[in-house]
């Protein structure tokens, strides 16, 4: 369905032989049945984010999409797995040389343990550690000292000189939930609306006010207004937003159902039925449908109620493009005064172009007139991540790496990818800067 990756392959049973088979199958199970339960609507996500696992055993979810794609495709969620399965190829490519790392196993045992609801700073430290042993360092984990002095995650030696490494990972904020939340409570009743009527209808629309302030009926109105006219589409143009509501023409989804059963959620089935895919697409999406005997899959579809939004206003662009500064401070206090550091930040890059064209402003700004104080910060890496899933491929990932320098001439890192293979053609700039990046395929 997929072809085989043999990285991922090596990446997923790393991590499964830190447990026992039982109890892989024990929580793979567990997994599944969350998964399919979800797919069918027999359980909610309590935290209301839609996600279709249980954040109680979150690391196991990502094992569980990367023995999927390899070994039992049907079972593996595109949209989701877009984002872990770059990790776990990157692992997997890099993962003969964790013997050489001192405390590696250690600290991703954790990931089944202490670091299960929240692996992903654990994931990017050993995306670090691998990135140095990789050219050739000792590296080594610092064990943690709980209630003792602060300490780096790693340290690593470099011509003869050991410095202190100190990794952070910046998630998705509070703000960008805040705002997919409210776009539900405006959505639903406006949406329930046109299931009466049995019509299949789109959505488009972009907000120029935060969504805070976009009145709790207005999407109702619009869609009253629109299906009382005798019109195929509403234009919506005024302070609060721009955009149109539509009659949605369902031949081509169901032209193609009838050549097979089509995964869903999934961007083949997204791109079919609205003409075209969307990076980092924020999407409503209720159906008439009926499953396929999996229920991963849909056979027929009647009919569709859609909503594609985007939160444009200045306020909202500005709140979303979090910057580092907290995550910095942080790292400040765990490195020390007697050598010299340096500090790697994660970032998943999932705001769209503007937001993040604002957060690499912010960031550079923040690192450049950041007060280092006393302590010898030699280099501040910046990763900004930012993976999909194209209609064309499973997943897909682009690497954008900013690093600010001390030491004018000198890398730590020949690339400083982390998790883009050093030998993908590179380019200056940005992933947002609108400029071509040639798609790179390992053979």
Known sequence: MYGFEPEVDRGTEYFKSLISEEDWKARRLAIAQWFYRSLIGEVKDPTGKGHFFAQEDRFAWYV??????????????????????????????????????????????????????????TLFELLVALAYAREGRSVRFVPENPGGDKSPDLEVEIDGTTFAVECKRLEAGEFDESERQRMRELWREAAHSIVLTGRSVFLEIDFQVPLAEVPDDYLLRAVRSFLLSSKTEHVLSDDISIGRIRYLDLEPIQTALKKGYMLHPGSVYNKTLFGEYVRNDNLHLLQKAKLGPNPHFIDEVDQVVAARWRSASETSIDRKARDVKRLLVKAHRQVPTNRPSIIHIGIESLGGDIVEQRRYQKIRNTIDNFDIQDKPIMFVYCNYFSPEAPAEEPWAIDETVHWQARVPGW??????????PEQALSREGTLWDGKPTETYKPD
């Open 411 to 420: 890398l730590p890192l020949a690339s400083g990818n982390l998790i883009v």
């Open 64 to 121: 569980f999409l990367g023995e999927a794609l390899n070994h039992h495709p049907p079972n593996y969620e595109p949209m989701f797995g877009s984002k872990v399965i770059p990790v776990l190829s990157a692992i997997g490519r890099n993962i003969a040389l964790a013997d050489q790392i001192d405390g590696f196993e250690d600290r991703a045992r954790r990931l089944w343990s202490d670091e299960k609801k929240q692996p992903n700073g």
